[in-house]
Structure formats: structure tokens, C-alpha cells
């Protein structure tokens, strides 16, 4: 039986997700494991290329592309493993990344997820602690004073000597106790991509488990590779999954004040991007522009239609 299932969804990124599998087999060490790809219809030829370099590798092939969460729940449904360890397709683990943080899951009987320092193809450090939405904590982010009062958008943060508990993590890389998640799904099948980590964690909380953040180890993440493939819809998908993490845990009340807020940091950061659109090009702005006319209508069919 294997201790620890690595579930890796994929979707069109042929080269890293070889590259993903081959740093996980080098990497792993001696922890007895189980890799399963699921793989959301890619057209670039990801399932044949695993299925030749890596016989012992599960693959799941779905005929669609069902979204993250969904694709995930796949790989759970057939895993085996005490832990679960779900890994992005555009990255690469380093030495010990795997092992120190499982055993920290081990030591720390309430750790429900735990993941580790992210940094990108260039080894610039990649922001992976976030913390749950308050009205207070939107409006501060959308008059960018974000930086200077939390402190996760602070390198520093995260060379921390120490594991520490956290809100929530990037899921990139998310170790997870199988005793956690219960009878459940292990992510929420509504969401067909973004809010759904956070999702199962404020339900972990809720739960008593816990969520930690090990600053002694590392992953290398490229990031976006496949949503760079259609940013614009992603973009506008991550509002969509917003408006439903909103609904699903907070009264309607404050649901609603949390997505007016949330629109304000989509309006202020529109209105920055228009003032560097010269500088850095409009895709930005376009990407914030059209958030900012979609949002509002999000809101009015999660909340009056449904």
C-alpha cells in the first residue's frame, strides 16, 4: 500500500508535466508511492508520452476538460495513499521538498494541508500564503496598501526558520491527510478552477485541522501554463469561483459585502492599468477592464437567480 498518492490534473502541457513526473521519481526517495495523472482532454499528446515513459504511472483520460477540482476528485477516488499530494503540472520538486513535508504531516497530527516555499522558473519567490477575505482586508487591497500591511506579500515571510499555521495555500503543491477530508469530495466539484484550495481549508479549520506553511523546503513552479493558454476566460473564471466561495461559507448579508469589496479591488486595479497600459502593454488592463463589467453579473446569478 502506498503511503503517499501524487495526483498531478493536466491539461495541454506535454513537456512539463514529463519533466513534473521525472523530478517526483528522482526525488521521492524511499516513501512507497502512487503516481495518477489525470489528464482534462489535452490535445498535445500528454497521455501517449506518459504512458510510454512511465509504465507504473496511473493515467486517467477524460474525454473533457472537467475543470481542477473535479479532475482531482478523479485521482482521489482511486488513490490509496494515507496522504495525498497534489502537484501542479508546471513544476518540478526538489530534494527533500517531498519528504520533509510529509514528515512534518506525520509529527503534526493536526496538520490537515500543509505545503512549502514556492519560487518560478527563474528563482524568483512566488507568493503561496494567502489569507481568507475580510471587508477590511479588501478594501485595504484596493487601495493597495496590501503590501505594507501584510505581511505574506513579504519576501521575508517566507524564510521563516520554523513551520507555521496559515489561512490558506497555493495549490500548487498541497499535502493532505486523507483523515481530513473525511466521507466528502476532496475539493468542491461546483468550482471548475481557483477558490477551491481555499475552499477545503476554511472547511478543514472549521473541522479542526489545520493548515501549515514549511519555509525549510522548496518546489519550483512555472506557473500559469496552462491558463496562459486562455488567460482571459481563467481570469474571468476566477471571479466566478470568488462569488461562490463567498456564498458557500459567509451569510448572505456579508456575502454580498465581501463581492462589493472584492469589485472595488477589480475597479482600482483596472484604473492602475490604465495608467501603466503605455508603459506595460493593455493585456492587463484588458484583463482587469473586462473582470470589472463581468463582475457584478456574477453576483446577481449566484445570489438573485439561483
Not at 524511499?30 to 503516481?35: D, L, M, V, Y
Not at 506579500?153 to 499555521?165: A, I, T, V
Not at 512555472?222 to 471571479?239: A, D, N, V
Not at 483596472?270 to 506595460?280: D, V
Request: aromatic content about 12%; overall charge positive.
Amino acid at each position: 500500500m502506498p503511503e503517499l498518492s501524487i495526483i498531478i490534473v493536466s491539461w495541454n502541457v506535454r513537456e512539463y508535466l514529463l519533466k513534473c513526473i521525472s523530478s517526483v521519481k528522482e526525488h521521492v526517495g524511499a516513501i512507497a508511492h502512487e503516481i495518477i495523472v489525470v489528464d482534462n482532454n489535452s490535445s498535445d499528446g500528454s497521455v501517449e508520452l506518459v504512458a510510454k515513459h512511465f509504465s507504473d504511472v496511473v493515467i486517467i483520460h477524460n474525454k473533457e476538460n472537467i475543470g481542477f477540482a473535479r479532475a482531482n476528485n478523479q485521482g482521489f477516488e482511486q488513490s490509496k495513499g494515507e496522504f495525498l499530494l497534489l502537484l501542479n503540472p508546471d513544476t518540478e520538486v526538489r530534494k527533500g521538498s517531498i519528504c520533509t513535508v510529509l514528515d512534518f504531516m506525520k509529527k503534526e497530527e493536526r496538520a490537515g494541508v500543509a505545503g512549502c516555499r514556492i519560487v518560478g522558473g527563474n528563482g524568483q519567490l512566488q507568493k503561496s500564503v494567502h489569507r481568507f477575505s475580510t471587508i477590511a482586508g479588501n478594501i485595504i487591497w484596493a487601495m493597495f496598501l496590501d503590501r505594507i500591511l501584510f505581511p505574506e506579500l513579504r519576501n521575508k515571510y517566507y524564510y521563516q526558520k520554523d513551520p507555521f499555521k496559515v489561512d490558506s495555500i497555493t495549490g500548487a503543491f498541497m499535502m493532505v491527510r486523507r483523515a481530513a477530508v473525511g466521507n466528502g469530495p476532496l475539493l468542491n466539484p461546483e468550482y471548475f478552477m481557483y477558490a477551491e484550495e481555499k475552499d477545503m481549508m476554511l472547511k478543514f479549520g472549521r473541522s479542526g485541522w489545520e493548515t501549515w506553511f514549511i519555509p525549510t523546503t522548496e518546489i519550483i513552479h512555472y506557473g500559469g501554463m496552462s491558463t496562459s493558454l486562455i488567460k482571459q476566460e481563467m481570469f474571468l473564471q476566477l471571479q466566478k469561483s470568488q462569488v461562490l466561495f463567498y456564498k458557500a461559507f459567509y451569510s448572505k448579508g456579508f456575502a454580498l459585502a465581501l463581492c462589493v469589496t472584492w469589485w472595488l479591488i477589480l475597479l482600482s486595479h483596472a484604473l492602475a492599468s490604465l495608467l501603466i497600459a503605455p508603459i506595460k502593454g493593455s493585456a492587463r488592463l484588458m484583463l482587469f477592464v473586462s473582470a470589472t463589467l463581468a463582475f457584478p453579473g456574477y453576483v446577481f446569478n449566484d445570489f438573485f437567480r439561483r
